[in-house]
């Protein structure tokens, strides 16, 4: 029996400040950063006890200087999918994603812009998009 995804919550602070926010993420959030050496001991117990794939989220994962570093890690290891806001995607950032290209490393990114009547995440999760790091780095040289 498999035991499934592994979600790591990075950081719980944000740049943004939804109103339907799970975790009351914004900017003056308690950041509560989830150390970065506790993350790669964690991935490799689950490797160890069976887990499938990981799972990042936040907080907006992307405002951590080690997302990429870390995210490569993770791809090297299982699958792994990052909830993040899509909106820190600088050229800055996609060239230290382009590494990941080559791993089973996939973004998701939720509407910023829910319909007025959306107050819970799984509102917004209904109009999640997924990507890769290859397809942004893609869409940026169009
Ligand atoms: S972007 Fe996501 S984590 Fe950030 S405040 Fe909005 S719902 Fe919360």
């Given at each position: 029996?498999?035991?499934?995804?592994?979600?790591?919550?990075?950081?719980?602070?944000?740049?943004?400040?939804?109103?339907?926010?799970?975790?009351?993420?914004?900017?003056?959030?308690?950041?509560?950063?989830?150390?970065?050496?506790?993350?790669?001991?964690?991935?490799?117990?689950?490797?160890?006890?069976?887990?499938?794939?990981?799972?990042?989220?936040?907080?907006?994962?992307?405002?951590?200087?080690?997302?990429?570093?870390?995210?490569?890690?993770?791809?090297?290891?299982?699958?792994?999918?990052?909830?993040?806001n899509g909106t820190l995607f600088t050229e800055r950032l996609l060239d230290a994603l382009r590494p990941l290209a080559s791993l089973p490393v996939g973004l998701r990114y939720p509407s910023i812009a829910p319909s007025p009547t959306s107050t819970t995440r799984s509102a917004q999760r209904a109009t999640s998009q997924k990507s890769s790091p290859r397809s942004l780095v893609a869409a940026r040289s169009d």
């Open positions: 029996m498999s035991a499934g995804r592994l979600w790591f919550y990075t950081n719980y602070h944000c740049n943004l400040a939804c109103r339907y926010c799970l975790t009351e993420s914004r900017p003056d959030a308690p950041r509560r950063t989830l150390d970065a050496d506790a993350i790669v001991a964690a991935a490799g117990e689950a490797v160890t006890l069976g887990f499938t794939a990981f799972g990042v989220t936040g907080g907006e994962p992307f405002l951590r200087p080690d997302m990429p570093s870390l995210l490569a890690h993770l791809g090297s290891l299982l699958p792994t999918v990052v909830l993040t």
